[in-house]
């Protein structure tokens, strides 16, 4: 900026006269202040600029100009009164001085005739009513008549008002004073101007009364004719002629609908929907009453006697004892607009209130009856003899009190034996087995049910970790009744939906006890691989757990923390375990059958599942020719398992009945005869030709599917072609085997891979490329658009420079300045001190003179 400043110095210099340059005071600068910039070489057609710089003269400038605008802002840097100038054009070169004064004259005018409101747009108008202006009108000045009509509302006179409310002794004098300007007579009496004033409002009233009868009689008049023109215009016909040219329509089915729901009663608002909490808190009660209630029943003490005291008997009453056992009366309601008679329901949902009621009520009554002193024996005694003419006369009779005891015994006996209504929860495996064995499959539920609603999460802090807890006991249970010599699949059934709803209301501790079940097989699995180099079908208890998380976790999940291992499990357990016996046939297809349980929704392709059908085929093969499919492990082509299905009893085949697979066979059981083994294989080979059609049905999608079902269906070729199987077999076999055919000709079949194909690539051509040469150097062979991006940064690169060093130079231009004002304020206060020691020696010099004067005296 200083060398561009210098050079235009310079060429103006060069252009000035000579004599303007001998009157400077220094016309050759100083050789020393000159500095040249040389060039490495030199270039033909290059102008060079900055080739010689004044540094000394750029920086006087420079400084002059900070001086100027820098230190300027410095020293008003703590002052925040401004003087602004804002008259018209002051500042404006372009007006001569006598347009500014018209200019400035006009906005003077305009400002005067400015309006003082912006929201009032009459400001220089002023309204009228009448000849009156509406400013006075809304002062209320005007005097109401008390005499006037409703209808006309007027103001009494300043006459009137002077006369009768005081002060009208002026306004009097002014009004004779008028009159005689006007009518030169001679002033009236108060009295007289009074009756005028009178006379002349009845005056008016007369003629206000006259003006309104004229109004009505012409607003009477004027009915009369329009009702007469009104004929005229709309001729109406009679009733009799509307009635037989036009037909009331019938109302349709849509306005009889709304005229009903018009006159239907209005539902009675229902009560609020109870929270899981209060559902759970009210069970809880109930449950502990009837307890109680048992217990009690169970000791044999007397329990609601206030209750079971005889109500007020009223003078009428016959005393007769009867008693309705139950209440008859019937329900009436309405379903789809008819009448429908219900029976109520005296018997209440639950069991265990069934019970209580079917053993508290004689017993209770046995008690109060025996235990009460008043008794009521008249009642006591016709019940009794009611009772013994009911029984039958070979039944030898009891007496009163041995009947009773005999009958508190039994309710003692049986409350004893009923199952109890609340229970803790287990705190062990042993704790819940000791409360479920023994009994039946409903009161094992009843139980399970029973701990769940005593020990429910909201209703204490610690009973979330106590049901899941359970939960783990329950899963143990289930794999100990899997285990058992004669399984109960029932039982395991029914808790697996108290196992639901467990995981439901803890889905954490339910996955992590599956988890940990299933972790544990695998553990057993890869052990007894370590060990013998094989591993042996699991037992009921693990499939069973394998079909509870499929129940309990979504399996359509592309990953799951349960299902997928439970996936892996299945496919270890259809690669790893051999088929040696008819039990892990059906243990192999159930596998199958949760394979396809899982992957119903994904559609996941499982080639674990179809290896296994595949194998499951060969096996049960009698002619096997070995084309068009290959085992895999755990199946071999020939050994000692490769016929295990075979079935050679022509007998056997035909008294073969299509059942299902009982899980019985998984759990160890043996055939009784050869012919039920038998039977049991072709059921296998029923299921599993169902299963292959499953499995068609479930990847037709797949692009493979010819691939896929190609070994399948040359081994149900080979089955067709062996007659030895039942009718309903083979029927089985052609049908699957005709769906597989129709599916593999619907369905594309993949092409083999091949090289695509292209276009042969031509030779290059040495074709020489043209580039646009814009500069020479560094940015040399780029295209325009980088080198305006060159250009722009370097651009960008050097105005930072210059920013950074203006700024530099402009903090040690502050820096000076700051350093030189304190230098003055430091030599100034020198001088100033200075100044007072000299003041101060003058001074006790000349008390010093003086003080000798006077010891020279």
């Not at 900026?1 to 060069?14: D, N, P, T, Y």
């Not at 479930?698 to 599917?705: G, I, K, T, V």
Request: charged share 30%; with cysteine.
């Amino acid at each position: 900026m200083g060398k561009a400043r210098l050079a235009a110095f310079r060429r103006k210099g060069s252009g000035a006269p000579a004599g303007a340059q001998s009157g400077r005071a220094r016309p050759n600068p100083n050789p020393f202040e000159v500095k040249v910039n040389r060039q490495k070489f030199p270039v033909l057609g290059r102008k060079a600029r900055h080739a010689v710089g004044q540094p000394g003269v750029s920086r006087a400038r420079a400084v002059q100009k900070r001086t100027q605008t820098l230190l300027k802002e410095y020293k008003e840097r703590d002052k925040s009164n401004i003087f602004t100038d804002k008259r018209f054009g002051e500042y404006s070169s372009s007006m001569s001085p006598e347009e500014k004064m018209m200019k400035r004259f006009a906005l003077e005018q305009q400002r005067q005739h400015e309006k003082k409101s912006i929201y009032n747009l009459n400001e220089d108008e002023e309204l009228t009513h009448y000849g009156q202006s509406l400013a006075d009108i809304e002062k209320h000045n005007d005097i109401v008549d008390s005499d006037s009509d409703a209808e006309e509302r007027g103001t009494l006179s300043a006459e009137l008002t002077a006369a009768h409310f005081g002060g009208g002794g002026g306004l009097l004098h002014k009004k004779t004073l008028q009159q005689q300007g006007e009518d030169e007579e001679k002033p009236r009496s108060r009295k007289e101007l009074i009756e005028e004033l009178i006379a002349k409002s009845k005056q008016e009233k007369r003629e206000r009364q006259a003006q309104r009868e004229g109004a009505l009689e012409l607003t009477e008049k004027l009915d009369q004719d329009w009702k007469e023109i009104q004929t005229l215009l709309a001729h109406k016909t009679p009733k009799s002629e509307n009635r037989d040219q036009k037909e009331k329509p019938k109302p349709d089915a849509y306005d009889m609908m709304v005229r009903e729901l018009g006159f239907e009663m209005k539902a009675p608002p229902s009560n609020r929907m109870k929270t899981e909490e209060e559902l759970a808190k009210e069970e809880q009660e109930r449950l502990q009453k009837l307890e109680a209630a048992r217990l009690r029943r169970m000791r044999g003490e007397d329990m609601g006697s206030d209750s079971r005291k005889p109500k007020h008997l009223s003078a009428d009453d016959l005393n007769d004892n009867f008693v309705l056992d139950k209440d008859d009366r019937r329900l009436l309601s309405y379903t789809d607009g008819k009448m429908s008679v219900e029976e109520e329901q005296s018997r209440e949902a639950s069991d265990g209130e069934s019970e209580e009621d079917h053993h508290e009520d004689p017993s209770d009554e046995n008690v109060e009856e025996s235990s009460d002193p008043d008794g009521h024996s008249d009642l006591d005694s016709d019940t009794e003899t009611e009772e013994d003419c009911g029984r039958p006369d070979t039944e030898p009779r009891l007496a009163p009190q041995k009947r009773l005891a005999n009958n508190g015994h039994k309710a003692r006996e049986a409350a004893r034996n009923e199952l109890p209504y609340t229970f803790a929860a287990p705190e062990s495996y042993e704790e819940l087995k000791s409360l479920l064995s023994g009994k039946t499959m409903e009161e094992q539920l009843l139980v399970v049910e029973r701990i769940k609603t005593c020990n429910h999460p909201s209703l204490a802090a610690g009973n979330k970790a106590k049901l899941e807890k359970l939960f783990g006991f329950l899963l143990e249970y289930v794999g100990d009744l899997a285990t058992s010599d004669t399984p109960d699949l029932g039982v395991i059934d029914k808790l697996v939906v108290q196992l639901y709803n467990l995981c439901q209301m803890f889905p954490d501790s339910a996955s992590n006890s599956i988890k940990f079940v299933l972790r544990d097989a695998m553990h057993e699995m890869e052990g007894s691989v370590e060990a013998r180099g094989r591993v042996a079908f699991p037992g009921l208890d693990v499939l069973i757990y394998l079909k509870i998380a499929g129940m309990l976790f979504p399996t359509s999940d592309f990953w799951h923390p349960v299902t997928t291992p439970a996936l892996v499990c299945m496919s270890q357990l259809l690669t790893k375990c051999p088929i040696l016996s008819l039990h892990d046939v059906v243990k192999g297809l159930f596998v199958c059958c949760m394979f396809l349980d899982y992957v119903s929704l994904s559609r996941r392709f499982i080639p674990e599942l179809v290896n296994f059908l595949l194998g499951i085929l060969y096996i049960a093969t009698p002619n096997k020719h070995g084309q068009g499919y290959t085992l895999v492990h755990p199946f071999r082509a020939s050994g000692k398992n490769s016929e295990l299905l075979l079935v050679s009893d022509e007998e056997d085949t035909a008294t073969w009945q299509r059942t299902g697979l009982s899980l019985r066979w998984a759990s160890g059981l043996k055939a009784q005869t050869k012919t039920e083994a038998n039977h049991t294989r072709l059921s296998c080979l029923a299921v599993c030709v169902a299963l292959v059609k499953h499995c068609a049905l479930l990847y037709s999608s797949l692009p493979a599917f010819h691939d896929i079902m190609r070994p399948l269906r040359a081994l149900l070729t080979e089955h067709l072609a062996n007659r030895t199987h039942p009718p309903e077999l083979q029927e089985l076999c052609q049908s699957t085997l005709s769906m597989l055919t129709d599916m593999g000709k619907q369905s594309q079949r993949c092409r083999p891979l091949v090289c695509e194909k292209s276009k042969p690539v031509p030779l290059r051509l040495f074709t020489p490329r043209l580039v646009k040469v814009l500069e020479f150097g560094r940015k040399q062979g780029s295209s325009k658009e980088e080198q305006e991006r060159k250009r722009l940064i370097h651009k960008h690169k050097r105005e930072f420079k210059g920013a950074v060093r203006e700024i530099r130079r402009d903090n040690q231009f502050l820096a000076r300045m700051q350093l030189s004002e304190t230098l003055e304020r430091d030599a100034e206060r020198k001088r100033k001190v200075k100044q007072l020691f000299n003041s101060l020696a003058t001074q006790e010099g000349e008390w010093k003179a003086l003080k000798r004067k006077k010891f020279k005296k």
